[in-house]
């Protein structure tokens, strides 16, 4: 059966041809004319029913974009990147992992996955180990979910980007919601949005009774938020006389802009966080398969206890 990483050559070949964006189900259906499997490969289904080809192909998808030869124009979309197009591709035989960890992006995205001591043992010996040899099975479980995790959340922050401020504000009435600050979902909604008050985007109650306020600035941000927009912010809640204030931004803070909030006890959440908060409060995403884990309960074999 043909693996993620057998995917990803004729996949870059299609896609340097045609130079054109595609959705996962374009390039499946034209990726199905080139491959050399049969019929009976082609049609193979996981337990839960979903093709392996497709599922596989999304993997190959997210580790080509991993390694910056592949980036997303548009939501549920995907194109090459001048890196991706200029690639000499008669000269590869297969993509793999050997050749993905040349690009440094790449390697920060399976640090992840790797345990320090698997990679010890590979600088040390120099040959060729498997990430998992290492880990108990476990460990394996554990390690992979939070590589599915980190791969979620980034495709969740360019969704988020990709919509609009409209729906960034809808985003965080819901989350904030969804963790229980706002009151009811009328009156979070209502909060957000509205005052446009010398830098502060909204105002929400911290408990149903409302006892305390808390003041949101919410930008959905392509570059840094400096120290100077949480001097802006900090003005503002001092106007208001505010004690507590969150900075919410699709983006990232830079480290004066984190130093400054410490100061000002104001609570940053960037755009890490912000997937975070969502994939924790069930929000923009839903479970697909569950695993539970069992060991022997031992209390029921001591006879002391019978």
């Not at 229980?180 to 949005?193: E, F, L, V």
């Not at 755009?271 to 539970?292: A, C, N, P």
């Amino acid at each position: 059966m043909l693996t993620h990483y057998d995917l990803m050559l004729p996949l870059l070949k299609i896609m340097q041809k045609e130079n054109k964006t595609y959705s996962l189900r374009e390039a499946y259906n034209e990726l199905l004319n080139v491959l050399d499997c049969s019929d009976g490969e082609k049609n193979a289904t996981l337990d839960d029913g979903r093709n392996i080809i497709f599922y596989r192909l999304q993997w190959a998808k997210t580790y080509l974009k991993k390694a910056g030869l592949l980036e997303y124009p548009q939501k549920a979309h995907f194109e090459l990147t001048e890196l991706g197009l200029k690639l000499d591709l008669n000269k590869l035989q297969k993509v793999d992992m050997k050749f993905l960890s040349q690009f440094e992006t790449f390697k920060e995205f399976r640090k992840i996955g790797v345990t320090t001591i698997t990679s010890e043992k590979k600088e040390n010996n120099n040959v060729p180990t498997s990430d998992n040899e290492e880990l108990t099975p476990p460990e394996i479980i554990l390690e992979q979910s939070k590589l599915l995790k980190e791969e979620l959340s980034n495709e969740l922050l360019s969704l988020v980007k990709a919509n609009t401020p409209k729906f960034f504000e809808k985003l965080v009435v819901d989350l904030l919601v969804a963790m229980g600050y706002g009151g009811s979902h009328q009156d979070a909604a209502q909060a957000i949005g509205k005052t446009n008050d010398g830098g502060i985007d909204g105002v929400i109650s911290e408990d149903r009774l409302g006892l305390d306020k808390i003041y949101i600035q919410a930008k959905r941000w392509e570059n840094t938020v400096g120290r100077p927009d949480i001097q802006q912010f900090k003005g503002a809640l001092a106007d208001q006389v505010a004690k507590k204030g969150v900075f919410i931004t699709t983006s990232s803070f830079s480290k004066e802009a984190t130093e400054s909030a410490k100061k000002s006890g104001i609570v940053l959440i960037d755009g890490d966080k912000l997937t975070s908060l969502m994939i924790e409060f069930g929000l923009g995403v839903q479970i697909e398969r569950s695993f539970h884990i069992y060991k022997i309960d031992q209390d029921r074999f001591d006879e002391d206890n019978f």
